[in-house]
């Protein structure tokens, strides 16, 4: 049986969204088994690029455009700087053809990766599945994730 | 003998809070063995809620007040927005009939999980364990934690 | 064999990297094999005090002044208040002898912990080798990490 990883992806940030596809990708390459388990800001990672979410009331309006999300729209943990530090961050990469996190997100699931996206986190916030990309593999809540991470010979929080 | 998880939680964010608890809670309630390292920002969730810690010395005083914590006082690591962040969580959980971080620690103390404080982070701090809330089990440091880890089948820094 | 025991250095901020040197002495003086795969800000963490990192072109030049780094420069994740927070916290951490960044840094390269730097992250940010304090033993990417990790007992990402 193959070895297995597990990442939970609770952070919405560009940069760790990158650290995450990176490591969810080596370790794909050499045999092991992946999943991410995205929940929270996380969710943001692997929502559509296209426009807003609906969802019911003013709340959940709000904060679904304040998360608008898709993986084009993540932000830096630091040096954000309204925009300015991820777009030199993105011109960098570009520079020395590192790929985007979207590019990774589709690396990563060509290579065999699992994603599941966190459906205790999908309820607090009001969001459906139709804000998911289609590369989303389970819908599923902490049990999912444990199912998996117990047997994990790495298991992560990013 | 029961499987292990251990969390080490190091942020005192009210988002974080409730990912820890959350898994916590759903790793005992299929027979695991949880602890839960509380260390650094994270001292804060298990913090009682009444009023201002006492301290030696002006820095302390300040430190211990701009941290007052106890689970009700815990902000959002993202789009705190000066208490609103919070605020509209706070009513979307209420909505969905979401546990608030409190409601989750009781269950997670009664379903066995173990709290333990960081006795370093406490020794620079400066607040003693009468800051805490009784739900408390053990005070340790990092050999504390390194003994319930190393046995780990799931082991996270939140 | 040993067992081992490996933290992912993705924070560049001075509180997590106080948390994850104590971690991983305590673990080395348990007789653990640690090692600590420094990427993104943490590559701050063990970048030279001594002034500015040469590269090239404006940006690579502007990101690099931001992440100076070094471990005396390292900032906190809360309560930053531009450099204040850290202050308070040298001299608390002063007045109960806790040992700075620095020192922990010294200590645990001294009780055997392995000081790798990522190489992915260093060519994104256009910096060599010459940026890093001596101590770093070896410099790789993904693949380097995951071969220490598979064999974890215990693999955080801080």
Redesign the interface.
């Known amino acids: 049986m193959a ?1 297995k990883m597990t990442l ?1 992806m ?1 952070s ?1 940030d560009m ?2 969204a ?2 995450a596809f ?2 969810a ?3 794909a390459s ?1 045999g ?1 088994e992946v999943s991410m388990f995205f ?3 996380g969710l943001n990672v692997i929502k559509k690029n296209e426009g807003a979410i609906k969802s019911k ?1 003013i ?2 309006k ?2 679904n455009f ?1 998360n608008r999300g898709g993986a084009k729209r993540l932000g830096l ?3 954000h700087m309204f925009g300015m530090g991820k777009w ?2 993105g ?3 570009k ?2 053809r ?1 790929p985007s996190p979207q590019e990774l997100m589709t690396i990563a699931h060509q290579a065999g990766v699992k994603f599941i996206a966190c459906t ?1 986190s999908m ?4 969001i459906g599945k139709d804000a998911f990309i289609p590369e989303v593999d389970t819908y599923g ?3 999912t ?2 199912a998996d ?10």
Request: proline share 0%; hydrophobic share 55%.
């Open positions: 070895e939970i609770f919405g940069d760790k990158l650290a990176n490591l990708i080596g370790a050499i092991m929940t929270f800001w009331g709340m959940r709000m904060l304040m943990s630091r040096f030199m961050m011109k960098l990469m520079e020395t590192s205790n309820a607090t916030m009001g809540g902490v049990a994730y444990l991470a117990k047997d994990g010979r790495i298991n992560l929080f990013i």
